[in-house]
Structures are given as structure tokens and as C-alpha cells.
């Protein structure tokens, strides 16, 4: 029986789901599978394509490689095309269709390349036959695709003609609705299949165009997806034989379950995405096992039940609630009825990582996933909380480590060390988030963070910073190092993979120190003191939260009480929000970021912080302000000011750059300028080697209370930051 090598595709990061799924559907065959970069390899025969094709939910196209052969140029390209015998596959009163992608090739132009492959194949037909097939758009008798990587060309049929995430059921739909092979892999990848319909519900609370339920419901029928297709890519295909694909059909058609026990349920906000799913499920045939109901998020209800229930769902990416505000409330509201549904599982695609964190769940794991050009975020919770083991599936990976390895036990034994004592002291303390490890062995050069989660303080997340190493240490020799940094790391505190945030600190000039390291944009909730407050550890250096300066923090709250306070560079307005949780008459924020000034507004409405008249975040040069304070309607009637400005900055977006050593005694003298005559000023530099001006001290009273400010967890560095009280002359 003749064999075909086969190249099956499907969406991009699921080649493991795809292999599994494939494996199963060529059981009993003797097709042979590999997983490659991209999609999976088979050899097989004709009824593996036929099954493949007819079976597959996570396929997107099936490739038959015909000549896999180097060109160079156009002309080398149109040679090896025309060594291929088209008869075997196509009349010559046939038509084709034919596609190429380039990369890192010679050919650069694919449209004309494709037309290279087409006059090929044409002059063959018209030299021997005197006739020659013709070009068709839709639905052509083969479709002959092309793809040249590194010189290296890819000569296939595409046997599945139209893209097989198309089922046939979805002819309308709502919104920015997921392809269906792509929404099947989700449901996988959360758990979904048939067996698993047994013993659990589904329900979609924003169904739009209801793919996600459809695709439930027909792989609890074990309903073939591709039983609705009338056109595949060998439909006309010389080698197609017609009986053996009938044959095929027959045995999907027998195989589908007519009343499976499932239940499965789809709401939405929209009556017209409704009637849209419903319409969608009637044509795929599954409608009566999907129960569909008009409901708010909000207002969500499901009939009572033991068993758990799979929340999935593709919340709006804005526009359809036309506002960002309305997509923090349904972010908020979809937490709040999934505790209301326990227990449950929530399995979420999301545009807006921002938005996770208000649903105040136990997350299990994450996975980026793209939605056409979209860059999503594919996250699990549950309402349980996670208990000891619950971490997800991602342990990170580890060598034994060599118990005398003359590396590995002194980072070892320090760092046991440390997390004995500082756990100790942060109980005492009621500290959840602190450092545990700060460059304390010269060979070890990095910083280690640990912060709890107030949603489940079973969960913690580790944030490891490499101090770039000085240009005498051989760049292989600190990676190496940094890598055995993060086992030791792993193995001490037993944390799951994707709870270990690791980046190079190197010395930031500029704005550097603001730009993105990555765009996961997923934020975790934790707490200091009376605060609830979001951390980032993925996207930015800096994780939204500086440790260092819990106690200067906590010296605001407790002396904001009934005062009108200014934060200054106030970055995620920590000091802001405890300020006004301290009893604070008024506070100011300012910033010149957008990002951080939504983040801080983030951080205020945790905190139940949403009057924005009391509490207000100004967009402003900050330097420019405190030369102009009228301009932006500020004057001398602040009781605290709180100032901590980077050590440098020049973003394009300031009217001057800032050097803290050059320009702190204009900035202090201006910010004075604020504060009424028994008022406080605050301020911080981390810059290394600050000095105060001599001219502060004659000019106002100051008093040095860095020692004061530098808490257990950060006495192995305590010059990390420099803090003193300023007061205007005769007002101590």
C-alpha cells in the first residue's frame, strides 16, 4: 500500500496536544509520527489522510510532501517543480491553486514564486498533452503549496483544502470569535474530552458565536469534525478514492453517541449572540445537548449540582463594552459568580492579562496563546485554594544537585539560613512580601524576593534579579552561575516553574529602568500593612512594589491621617493608597507614565479607593510641575509630601533630563515650596554614592533617618536606599 509523507499543522505552541490527538486517530495503523517544530510528520497511507482529515480538532492542514529539494533562485525552483510527474495527481483539464511562503531565502517575492510553480506545472501539461489546467480560487482540484526555508524548498499538496478548523457550522458570528481548532485545543488543554463530559459540566458565560460550546458538545458525541464538509483538498485529487473516503464517513457517522449525558451550558449578555450560537449549534447538529440562557455575568445561575463545573470563555476585548471600566467589572464579576458556582474551574483566554487579577481566584497555570494577531493569555483558577501542592503543572525542572559541590552548598546552607530567619520575623511581623536573598556570597551576585498572595497564601511567587556581572567575569562563567543560581533556588524553596521570575538587573540609564523586559501584562495581588496591592513580575525590572521602602510606607500611613498629602514620581502610588488608607484628607499622585498611572489606579480600586476627587492621579513632568505647581492647580497647602525620584531620567516625554546628585537640591526647594510651615517632607534616593547638598542643611531642618527605614530583611544592604525627614527652619 503506497505511503505518504504527511505534514499536519495546527496552531502554533499545541504540537503536543496535536501528536496525542493524532496518535489516538491513527491508532492501529501503521503510520509513523514525530513531532516537529510547528506540526507533526506521519508517514502513512490513504486512509490515514482520510482519517486525519475527517478526525483531527486541532489540525489545520494536512501537507503531502512531493519533492523537498535546495533552489536558489526562481529558475531553480521552476526545474524541480518540473521534475515532479503532475498527472499522478491532477487532469489536465483540472484545476489548481497554488500558494508559497518564503524565509531566509533567495526568493523573496512569494506571489511570484507561486506563479513560478504554476507556470510550471502548466508548461508540463501543455508539452504533453497540448492542454493545460486552469487556476481556480475556490475550491480547485489540488492546491499546491510551496514553502522555502533557508533555500530549502517544500514542494506539497494541501489535502485539506480549506483550512480545517472551518467545520461548516459557523457561517455567522459575533465579535472576535476563536477558529475552532483552536478553541477545541483550549478545551483540551483545560481538561475537556469525551470521557471527562462524564463527569463534569461546562458552561460559557460569553458564548458570542458559541464555538467553545459546540465543540464541547461534539466531542462529548465523539461527532467527527469534519463530517460536515463537502470539500477537502483530495476531493479531486487523482489518488483520492472515493469508496474508501465513503467507507471512512460511515464509520465517523456510526460512531457519534445520539444522546450522550452531558450537560453543557451557554449564556450571554447579548440576545443576538444567541440566537447566533444557536443557530450555529442547530447546523453542527448539537443543539439539544446545549442548554443556552440570556444572563449578566453578574447575575450568573446555574442549576445545583455535585460535580464540578469547567468554566470557559473568551471575555470581549473591549469593544464590545466599549469602555475599559465595563471590562473591569466583568473581570470582577466573573470571579465573584464563579465562588457563587464552587466547585468550579475557570479556563480563560484573555487579551487583557491586566484584568486577571480581579477575579480574585487560585490560579493553576497559564500558557501564551495567540488569537489570530492577538497576544492572549490562556489561564486556569479555581475556586479552591491551592493548598501545599496545588501549583500548577510546571515544577521547575532541576540536575541533582552534587550535595559537595564546592558552588552549590554555601548558596544552599545561606539561603536555608536566611529563609529560617526571615520567615520567622516575617510572622512575627505580619510581612508578606520581603527579600530573602541580596548578593550575600560574592560568587552569587542576585537579589531574591518573595511575595505571598493575599487571594491564596498558599501560593507564593519567587522574583530572582541577576545583578549584571562586571566586565572581568567571563560572560560564561556568570551564566553558568546564574543557572545554578535558579536550581538551588528551586530545589530550596520547592516553587513550581511558572512561580519563579528570573531577569539581569544591569545598570539602567534613562528610561530604561521603565522599559518592558516582556507583555504577559498579568498581575498578582498581594499585601502590606492595611494595603492590598498588584505586583508584576514578568513585564517590567521592577515588580510595582519597592520592598525596601515597607517601613517609609508605613510611616506615611500612620501620619496621613486628616492631611492633604503629594506623592511625587509616585510610579503604582503604594505610598498614595496607604496614605489615604492612613485617614488622608486628600492625596495627589503624579506621575509621568500612563502605564503606571493605570496600574496606581489599579491599586486604589482593590482598595475600595474610587473617589477620584479625594484621590487623584495627575500625568505630569514633574520637574516642569514643581517650576509651574499654578499651572496644574497646586499650591502651598500640603501637610506631606512624599518624594522619591529616579536616580536619572531622560524620556522624550520630559522637558529636561533629571540627575538626582545634580538636580535633588532644586527639586527639594521647589517640593518646599508645597508644604505648609509645620508640614513633611520625605525623601528618598537609591542612587549609589547620593550626598546631600551642604545648602539643604543651612536652607532646611534636616534629619537622616535611612537607619530607621531599613527593615530586617534588608540590614545585609542597608545603604539601598537613603531617606530623610525635611521640615521647614523653626517648624522641628
Known amino acids: ?105 533567495g526568493l523573496t517575492h512569494s506571489h511570484f514564486a507561486a506563479l513560478r510553480v504554476k507556470d510550471a506545472i502548466v508548461d508540463q501539461f501543455r508539452e504533453r498533452s497540448g492542454e493545460r489546467p486552469s487556476v481556480a480560487k475556490n475550491q480547485p482540484d489540488i492546491q499546491v503549496h510551496v514553502n522555502v526555508h533557508q533555500d530549502q524548498a517544500n514542494i506539497s499538496l494541501d489535502l485539506s483544502g480549506d483550512s480545517l478548523h472551518r467545520r461548516g457550522y459557523r457561517l455567522e458570528h459575533t465579535g472576535a470569535p476563536l477558529k475552532e481548532h483552536l478553541a477545541a485545543a483550549l478545551l483540551i488543554h483545560a481538561g475537556w474530552n469525551k470521557e471527562g463530559s462524564e463527569t463534569r459540566r461546562l458552561l460559557d458565560p460569553m458564548c458570542g458565536s458559541g464555538t467553545f460550546v459546540i465543540e464541547a458538545a461534539m466531542m462529548a458525541a465523539n461527532m467527527a469534525p469534519g463530517l460536515q464538509r463537502s470539500y477537502f483538498g483530495f476531493s479531486h485529487w487523482r489518488q483520492h478514492q472515493p469508496q474508501r473516503w465513503q467507507d471512512c464517513l460511515d464509520q465517523a457517522r456510526a460512531a457519534v453517541i445520539d444522546n450522550p449525558d452531558v450537560e453543557i451550558f451557554a449564556s450571554d449578555y447579548d440576545d443576538k449572540a444567541l440566537q447566533v450560537a444557536a443557530t450555529n449549534a442547530r447546523r453542527a447538529g448539537v443543539e439539544q445537548l446545549i442548554q443556552f440562557s440570556h444572563q449578566q455575568v453578574g447575575d450568573l445561575e446555574l442549576p445545583v449540582a455535585a460535580t464540578e463545573t469547567l468554566v470557559i470563555c473568551n471575555p470581549p476585548y473591549g469593544q464590545r463594552l466599549q469602555a475599559e471600566q465595563g471590562l473591569a467589572e466583568l473581570y470582577t464579576d466573573l470571579g465573584t459568580a464563579l465562588r457563587r458556582l464552587a466547585p468550579a474551574r475557570l479556563a480563560i483566554i484573555s487579551a487583557n492579562p491586566d484584568m486577571l487579577h480581579r477575579l480574585r481566584l487560585t490560579r493553576l497555570g497559564r500558557k501564551d496563546v495567540r488569537n489570530g494577531p492577538i497576544e492572549c493569555l490562556f489561564a486556569q483558577y479555581s475556586t479552591v485554594a491551592a493548598g501545599a501542592d496545588a501549583s500548577g503543572t510546571d515544577v521547575v525542572e532541576s540536575q541533582a544537585l552534587a550535595d559537595d559541590d564546592p558552588l552549590v552548598l554555601p548558596l544552599r546552607n545561606r539561603l536555608q539560613k536566611n529563609a529560617r530567619h526571615l520567615q520567622r520575623w516575617a510572622r512575627r511581623n505580619e510581612v508578606s ?46 551564566a553558568q552561575r546564574i543557572d545554578l543560581a535558579q536550581q538551588v533556588v528551586g530545589e530550596v524553596f520547592a516553587v513550581p516553574q511558572n512561580r519563579l521570575f ?94 503606571y498611572l493605570k496600574w496606581a489606579r489599579e491599586n486604589h480600586l482593590i482598595n475600595g479607593l474610587d473617589d477620584e476627587q479625594r484621590y487623584s492621579l495627575l500625568r505630569a513632568d514633574i520637574v516642569a ?48 515650596d508645597l508644604l505648609l510651615p509645620q508640614g513633611l517632607l520625605l525623601f528618598s534616593s537609591n542612587r549609589r554614592g547620593f550626598k546631600m547638598a551642604a545648602e539643604m542643611e543651612a536652607k532646611f531642618a534636616l534629619r537622616d ?19 530623610w525627614e525635611i521640615r521647614h527652619r523653626g517648624e522641628q
Open 1 to 105: 500500500m503506497q505511503q505518504f509523507k504527511l505534514f499536519v499543522t495546527g496552531h502554533r505552541g499545541f504540537e503536543t496536544l496535536l501528536f496525542h490527538e493524532l496518535r489516538v486517530i491513527l491508532d492501529g495503523s501503521e503510520a509513523l509520527l514525530e513531532k516537529r517544530y510547528g506540526g507533526v510528520e506521519i508517514a502513512g497511507d490513504l486512509d490515514a489522510i482520510y482519517r486525519l482529515c475527517l478526525h483531527s480538532r486541532l489540525a489545520n492542514r494536512v501537507f503531502c510532501e512531493l519533492a523537498k529539494v535546495r533552489v536558489e533562485d526562481d529558475t531553480q525552483l521552476y526545474q524541480a517543480v518540473s521534475r515532479i510527474d503532475w498527472s499522478q495527481h491532477l487532469e489536465a483539464s483540472g484545476s489548481l491553486a497554488v500558494s508559497a511562503t518564503l524565509s531566509r531565502s
Open 433 to 478: 512580601c520581603y527579600r530573602v536573598y541580596d548578593a550575600d556570597l560574592p560568587e552569587f551576585s542576585f537579589s531574591l524576593d518573595r511575595y505571598q498572595s493575599e487571594i491564596d497564601p498558599a501560593i507564593e511567587w519567587l522574583h530572582l534579579q541577576e545583578y549584571q556581572a562586571p566586565a572581568s567575569i567571563d560572560p560564561a562563567v556568570a
Open 502 to 595: 528570573c531577569k539581569t538587573r544591569s545598570r539602567q540609564r534613562g528610561a530604561g529602568q521603565y522599559h518592558k523586559q516582556d507583555n504577559r501584562g498579568e498581575f498578582f495581588q498581594v499585601r502590606e500593612g492595611a494595603a492590598s496591592f498588584l505586583i508584576n513580575l514578568s513585564d517590567y525590572l521592577d515588580s510595582g512594589l519597592f520592598l525596601d521602602h515597607r517601613i517609609t510606607r508605613d510611616r506615611v500611613y500612620r501620619e496621613a491621617n486628616g492631611k492633604r498629602v503629594l506623592n511625587l514620581f509616585c510610579y503604582t502610588a503604594t505610598v498614595g493608597v496607604l496614605a489615604a488608607l492612613g485617614g488622608a484628607d486628600s492625596v495627589v499622585n503624579v506621575d509621568l507614565s500612563a502605564n
Open 625 to 672: 510641575l514643581l517650576q509651574h505647581p499654578s499651572r496644574h492647580s497646586l499650591q502651598r497647602d500640603f501637610d506631606l509630601i512624599f518624594l522619591d525620584p529616579p536616580s536619572f531620567s531622560n524620556s522624550s516625554k520630559m522637558q529636561e533630563t533629571l540627575d538626582i546628585q545634580r538636580d535633588h537640591a532644586s527639586l527639594i526647594s521647589r517640593a518646599m
Open 705 to 723: 533617618i535611612t537607619h530607621a527605614t531599613v527593615s530586617e530583611d534588608f540590614k545585609r544592604n542597608p545603604k539601598l536606599h537613603l531617606c
